[in-house]
C-alpha cells in the first residue's frame, strides 16, 4: 500500500534534497533570459509564486499564468516559458505551451509525464522530470527544486546549494513529530477548527505561502479559506467585520503569517490591525519565518501551514485524500470536449 497524503507531505525535507537527474547540455540547454513566465494550476504555479520572490532579489521579471493560452504581453516580451504541471495532463498548461510553441518562445517543460510530456519530446522541448506516482500537491518540493533549476540555468534566479541546505534543515526539523512547529501547528489547527481560516499575510514573501496555506486547507481539511494582504487589507477589508461581528466571531479565525524582513510599517500594521478587529473575529495566532535566506523563510512558513491542513483533517474527521469535486469537474471538462 502506498504512502498516505499525510505521510508524503512531511517528506518535503526529503523531497527538496533530493539530487536532480543528470542532464547533458543536449538535452537541457536553457537561453539567457530577462523575463519567465510560469505556466501552471495548482501547486505547480505555488513554486512559481515563491520563485517571484526569488527572481526579484535578482531584479528580473517573473509572472505565473494561471490560464488557457498566454496573456497578451508574451508575444513581444518573449519570456522563457515554464510549462509546470505534475501530471503533465494539466489542459490549461497544455494548452499554454502549445501557444508559446506557436509564437516559437524558448520552452521548458517540468512533468512526470502525460500529454506536456509527449508534446515536449515531440517538439523537442527541454524536460526536467518529476518522480511519478503521487498527488499533484504532495509533489511541491520535487517541482519547486526543479523550476529553480532551471530558472537559474536562464540567469533569472540565484539560489545556492546553501540555500537549499538551510531549507531542507529547518523544514525537516519543523516536520519532526513532537517539534515546537508541531505543536504551534496542533494549537492552531484546534483554534481554526471548524471555524473558515482567513490567512493574513503581507506582499512579498509571505502572500504566495499564504496562498498555498489556503489550498492545503481545501483539499486536505476540505475547509474554506481565504487570503488577503496587508497593506491593501487595511484600505477596505478592515472595515467588513463589524456589521456581521456575532457571525464572524463564531465561524471564522485569522493566522497572520510574519517575516522577520517584513517592512517596519506593516509590523505597525499587523498590531494595529489586531487590536482594531480582536473583537469582532477570532484571531488563531501568528506564525514567524525561520531562517535567513528567502527560500528557507518561505518554506518554514509552508511547512507549518501544511501541518495545519493536516491537524485540521483530522480534528473534523476528514480524509485528506480524495478531491472528488477536482476529478469531477476533469471528467465533465473531458466529455464536453469529446
Not at 537541457?28 to 505556466?39: D, G, H
Not at 489547527?189 to 471548524?194: E, V
Not at 494595529?272 to 518554506?299: F, K, N, P, Y
Request: glycine share 10%; net charge negative; charged share 20%.
Amino acid at each position: 500500500m502506498g504512502e498516505t497524503v499525510g505521510e508524503v507531505t512531511l517528506g518535503l525535507a526529503e523531497q527538496l534534497a533530493t539530487d536532480l537527474p543528470e542532464l547533458s547540455p543536449d538535452e537541457f540547454a536553457i537561453p539567457q533570459a530577462e523575463t519567465a513566465l510560469v505556466c501552471g494550476m495548482g501547486g505547480s504555479a505555488i513554486c512559481g509564486d515563491l520563485a517571484v520572490v526569488l527572481a526579484a532579489e535578482k531584479g528580473y521579471r517573473l509572472d505565473v499564468h494561471r490560464d488557457y493560452g498566454l496573456p497578451g504581453w508574451a508575444k513581444k516580451g518573449r519570456p522563457l516559458v515554464l510549462a509546470v504541471s505534475y501530471s503533465g495532463n494539466t489542459e490549461e498548461t497544455i494548452s499554454a505551451a502549445k501557444k508559446a510553441l506557436r509564437l516559437s518562445l524558448p520552452i521548458v517543460a517540468i512533468t512526470s509525464g502525460g500529454a506536456l510530456g509527449t508534446l515536449a519530446e515531440g517538439e523537442g522541448i527541454p524536460i526536467l522530470p518529476v518522480p511519478t506516482g503521487r498527488e499533484p500537491r504532495t509533489a511541491f518540493g520535487f517541482i519547486l527544486r526543479r523550476l529553480v533549476f532551471g530558472l537559474a540555468a536562464a540567469g533569472i534566479v540565484t539560489v545556492g546549494d546553501d540555500d537549499f541546505s538551510e531549507a531542507v534543515q529547518i523544514t525537516s526539523e519543523i516536520l519532526r513529530p513532537g517539534s515546537a512547529s508541531w505543536n504551534l501547528a496542533d494549537d492552531l489547527a484546534q483554534a481554526i477548527g471548524a471555524r473558515v481560516g482567513v490567512i493574513y499575510a503581507s506582499t512579498g514573501l509571505t502572500a504566495p505561502v499564504a496562498q498555498r496555506w489556503k489550498t492545503q486547507i481545501n483539499e486536505n481539511a476540505k475547509q474554506a479559506a481565504w487570503v488577503s494582504l496587508l497593506p491593501e487589507l487595511d484600505h477596505n477589508e478592515v472595515v467588513g467585520w463589524s456589521a456581521l461581528r456575532e457571525i464572524t466571531r463564531s465561524h471564522l479565525a485569522i493566522v497572520s503569517l510574519r517575516d522577520h524582513g517584513e517592512h517596519e510599517a506593516v509590523a505597525r500594521r499587523f498590531a494595529h490591525t489586531r487590536s482594531l478587529l480582536e473583537d469582532q473575529v477570532i484571531w488563531a495566532g501568528e506564525v514567524w519565518s525561520q531562517g535567513e535566506s528567502a527560500l528557507a523563510r518561505m518554506l518554514s512558513l509552508l511547512a507549518i501551514g501544511d501541518l495545519v491542513s493536516l491537524g485540521l483533517a483530522r480534528y473534523t474527521g476528514t480524509d485528506p485524500e480524495p478531491i472528488e469535486q477536482i476529478e469531477y469537474l476533469k471528467r465533465k471538462l473531458r466529455v464536453d470536449g469529446d
